[in-house]
């Protein structure tokens, strides 16, 4: 989601991207399974008992008893989850709760569970955060009790912000901010531009949302890169993203803006705006974007909420494709969700990013934004890409691709020329 202005220019390689970690559609719910399920003498639902338990212990921050679930000969594990615990002493909780997805043996005393923990931010999630763990349980003692020996992410699931250090807490008007290793000067400037940002994101986009965002600031470049189970190349000149998944239909799961501090910190005011404005707008349009909702609508449609309120040009916004405009290379057709990768062509990124913004801004110009707003919804209402655009723009528009391609063409020239 780049900003691409004179002094902003890192800023213009930064998009959203949808975690690895299946978010659930269901209220938080204590760990079960059906009754009969084993693994080693060991039941799902004595899994579950154990993880809620330690689950009870967290949200009540008695230390003794959420070590006590823990192999009494996993030292290292031990000394790391009672820091663990200490990093959550001032996150604001709801909820935190397991369910058991399925139990194996390892030998004798021995058992992996495969886990979904959700929690909730209280105040800000009206949907549980969720992520997928792999515990292992041992039996311990002439009872037979079952301890922890180990906690970890999935395969394919991010590491989480209080595993990388104490996490601070800092409240805005509309925002949650958590940092680890930021000063809280810091943090509390990143709030404030926040608070700015949801109101701002409100003005565009009139569906209700939560009207809350919830920032992740890590320590480092390495750090944001593992809360997003990534390589850290893939994300050095971005300012920040936004994880959650999309499905449509109206209901969204959590959502988190997590800032690259390095990049973040290297834009001016008004980059730091468009940054929080674009990636509260995800958050706003989370539920009524689905697999359907092509990279150019859901990019171009955050891009014009953080720039609505800017006194930029349109030139200033689009260097790239103006300078491809000026010299005779007019994009042919709006940009393929590929085209936004991070792999390719920084340059290329742009101007994917700035035809999207100037694709929606046509569509707000020549038919409305009530009308651009249906047509979000109208093709993030479906569950599948084909048609899905097709079929908005006749129902929402009255036109067809070709002609929309044909008018955002002109478009460009009359703006950028």
Known sequence: MAVRTQDARRERTRRRRTAGAVLAALLLAPACAAPGDTA???????????????????????????????????????AAQRTELRNLADVPLESWAYEVKGVSGEGAGRVTAQVELRYRFKGYDKEPMSSSRTVELVRRGDGGSWYISA?????????????????????????????????????????????????????????????????????????????????????????????????????????RVIVNPQAYGMLGD?????????????????????AATPVWLSEGFADLAAYRQESRTAQELAPELTEAVRSGDLPAQLPADEDFGFGGDADGLSRAYESGWLACELIARDWGEEALVAFYKAVGSRSERDGAVEHAMQSVLGTTPQDFTARWREYLRDRLG
């Open 270 to 290: 008004f980059g730091q705006r468009v940054v929080l404005t674009h990636e509260s707008t995800h958050v706003a349009t989370r539920a009524h974007t689905s």
């Open 151 to 255: 906690d970890r992410a999935a395969d394919g699931s991010p590491a989480q912000l209080w595993q990388q250090g104490d996490i601070e807490v800092v409240r805005g008007t509309h925002s949650l901010v958590l940092g680890v290793g930021r000063r809280t000067a810091e943090l509390r400037r990143i709030a404030d531009t926040a608070d700015g940002a949801v109101p701002a994101v409100g003005e565009a986009w009139p569906e209700p949302w939560t009207e809350r965002v919830v920032v992740l600031v890590p320590e480092t470049v390495e750090d944001m890169a593992g809360l997003l189970d990534s390589p850290t190349a893939s994300y050095r000149g971005i300012a920040a993203v936004t994880t959650g998944e999309v499905g449509g239909g109206g209901r969204a799961p959590a959502d």
């Open 40 to 78: 080693a003498g060991l039941t799902v639902q004595e899994v579950g008992a154990a993880l809620d338990r330690r689950a009870t212990a967290l949200m009540e921050h008695d230390t003794a008893a959420y070590l006590a679930a823990l192999d009494p000969r996993a030292t290292s594990f031990r």
